[in-house]
């Protein structure tokens, strides 16, 4: 099955920096890659994703590129605000026939100082 | 966040016992999901359904059971021979696409005495 690798499990910046999250899969077949945020006892929230077919997407200071070739994908904040803290999850799906699953990251703790 | 609903907020539990945890969407949403969150380990998926009547193992369903007799509902039993059931669990729906996105509950979590 699919298998997705997330790095650094933590990140600390301090506010204004960006921030880079890494993830890498294992099955080429895979071609749905969303992230998701998790603030401290919220449930997780789709902030950005990425179809196989594109290799950048851009939704304000977030944006998450994709190479198909190595496999692997990133999520880039620019600008960062406290309120940016949370953990965030990579996931990736194969997709097609009924396969609606995702395999997720271990996630990344992300901590913007004031 | 409405539309999918996860109840008890926090369920504590005996050894021994099972204890099913409850999921209902209004959404009308084909798919949906069980979860399991530890500290470290991300989202597992223990069970997931695409449609009623019908659901699949996910990477860690030994010692859980679940059923989906209604669109809406997808309770998850955690039984005995769940050996580490103390956790926190999170369900999710989607439409049932391959690009469409997951909604989550605001989990429960399951303490075991």
């Known amino acids: 099955g699919e298998n997705v690798e997330q790095h650094p499990s933590t990140l600390s910046v301090q506010e204004g920096d960006s921030a880079v999250i890494k993830c890498t899969y294992s099955?080429?077949?895979?071609?749905?890659f969303p992230w998701y945020k998790q603030e401290l006892g919220k449930r997780p929230q789709l902030i950005i994703d990425?179809?196989?077919?594109?290799g950048e997407k851009k939704d304000q200071r977030i944006a998450v590129t994709l190479n198909k070739t190595a496999k692997h994908f990133s999520l880039h904040i620019t600008e960062t605000q406290p309120e940016d803290s949370a953990v965030y999850f990579c996931a990736a799906s194969m997709g097609g026939g009924s396969n609606y699953k995702l395999t997720f990251g271990k996630g990344t703790l992300l901590t913007v100082n004031p | 966040d409405g539309g999918i609903t996860q109840s008890p907020k926090y369920l504590f539990r005996k050894e021994g016992q099972n204890v099913t945890l409850s999921c209902e969407q209004n959404l009308n949403h084909d798919a949906m999901y069980w979860y399991r969150q530890d500290p470290g380990q991300g989202l597992r998926l223990i069970y997931y359904s695409q449609i009623v009547n019908d659901f699949q193992k996910g990477d860690i369903a030994e010692g859980y059971s679940v059923s989906r007799e209604k669109k809406e509902s997808f309770p998850l039993t955690v039984t005995s021979a769940q050996k580490n059931p103390t956790a926190f669990y999170l369900c999710?729906?989607?439409?049932?696409?391959?690009?469409?996105?997951?909604?989550f509950g605001p989990g429960t979590r399951l303490t075991v005495l």
């Open positions: 990425i179809r196989s077919n594109v």
């Open positions: 999710a729906s989607s439409p049932g696409q391959v690009y469409n996105e997951q909604f």
């Open positions: 099955d080429s077949a895979s071609n749905y």
